[in-house]
C-alpha cells in the first residue's frame, strides 16, 4: 500500500469527501423536567438552552445545532408538556406541539424514574395525531433496573409505532452517541440550514436574558414563583473589548421584587455574578452586568412580554 493510498490522498493532495450532505429539524418532546434541555445541551457541546430543576423552565422553543458526521441536526428544544392552569402555560404546550409537527422527526423523552405517570400518557396520546416518523428516548436510565426499563420501552411502544427506541442518560452522556448515528444516518439529504460554526439560532440579547433567568431560578426556585421574566434592554460594546449588559427582571407584586433582590440586595448581588461569569466565558469577554428589578403588574396578561419570549399569544 502506498502513502497515499494509505492516507485517502492522491499525490499527497486530500481526496474530497463527495458523500451527500445530510439536514433535518429534530423536536424534543416530553413531561417538564424530563431533560431536555440537558440533552440538547450534551448534543450541541454547549450551553444553548438553560437547565433548572423548576419544572417548565423552557418557555419557548430553542434550536441548538449539531453536526454530526456530515449531517447538521438542528434540535428543537420545546416547552415541557403539561396541563395548561394560566394563559402562559397554554402558549408554551401550544408552542410545543407547533415544534413538532414542523419537524422532520420526532424525539420523544421520557424520564425512565417518572415512567408515563402524569403527562407521559397524555403525550403519548397527542402523538396519534402527529405523523412524522417518531423516537423513544428514556433518560435517567442509571437510576432505573434494567427490567423496568424493558417494561416501559414495551408500554410506550404498544401505543405509539416508534422507529427506534434509545436508553440513554443525558446528565454523563450514556447512550447519546448512539442517538447521533442513527440520526446522521435517518435525516434527509439536503444543504445545511445555518454555517457550519453557528450552534443555536437564539439571538445573543435574548440568550443572555435566558442566562440571567436560569441563575434566578436555580437561586430562588422554592421562593419565587413563574411570575418572573427577564429582558436585555441595552447592550454596548466598549472599546477596550468588554461589553456592557443591562437586564430587567420582571416581577408581578412587590413581595417578589423583595425575594429577588434579598435583604440589602445579597440576593439580586449573587444572580449577577453567576450570570456575569457565564455570560464571560460564552461571549470570551469581560462583561459588565447590570440587573435592575422592576414590577409590572399582570405582565403575564401582556402580550408584547409574549413576543418577546417567542411565543404566541393565546387569546
Known sequence: MTDSEDTGAVDGAPVA?????????????????AGKSTLVNRFVGAKVSIVSHKVQT????????AIHDRTQIVFMDTPGIFKPRRRLDRAMVTSAWGGA???????????????????????L??????????????????QVRHEDLLALAKTANEKIAFTETFMISAEKGHGCDHVMDY??????EGPWYYPEDQISDLPIRQLAAE???????????????????????KWEERKDGSVRIEQVIYVERDSQKKIALGKG??????????SRKELG???????????????????????????????????
Open 58 to 65: 423552557t418557555r419557548a422553543i430553542v434550536r441548538g445545532i
Open 211 to 233: 442566562i440571567t433567568r436560569e441563575k434566578l431560578f436555580l437561586r430562588l426556585h422554592q421562593e419565587l414563583p413563574y411570575s418572573s421574566h427577564v429582558e436585555t434592554e
Open 101 to 123: 409537527k414542523d419537524a422532520d422527526l420526532i424525539m420523544l423523552l421520557i424520564d425512565s424514574e417518572r415512567g408515563l405517570r402524569g403527562d407521559g400518557e397524555a403525550i
Open 17 to 33: 469527501d463527495e458523500r451527500p450532505t445530510r439536514s433535518g429539524f429534530v423536536a424534543l418532546i416530553g413531561p417538564t423536567n
Open 183 to 188: 440520526l446522521a444516518k435517518t435525516l434527509p
Open 265 to 274: 440586595g445579597e440576593t439580586i448581588k449573587a444572580i449577577s455574578s453567576a
Open 125 to 142: 396520546e397527542g402523538l396519534k395525531d402527529v405523523y412524522q416518523p417518531k423516537i423513544l428516548v428514556l433518560n435517567k436510565i442509571d
Open 281 to 315: 466565558e460564552i461571549l470570551e469577554q469581560t462583561v459588565h452586568l447590570f440587573l435592575f428589578v422592576k414590577v409590572r403588574e399582570n405582565w403575564g396578561d401582556d402580550p408584547a412580554r409574549f413576543r418577546e419570549m417567542g411565543l404566541d399569544f393565546p387569546k
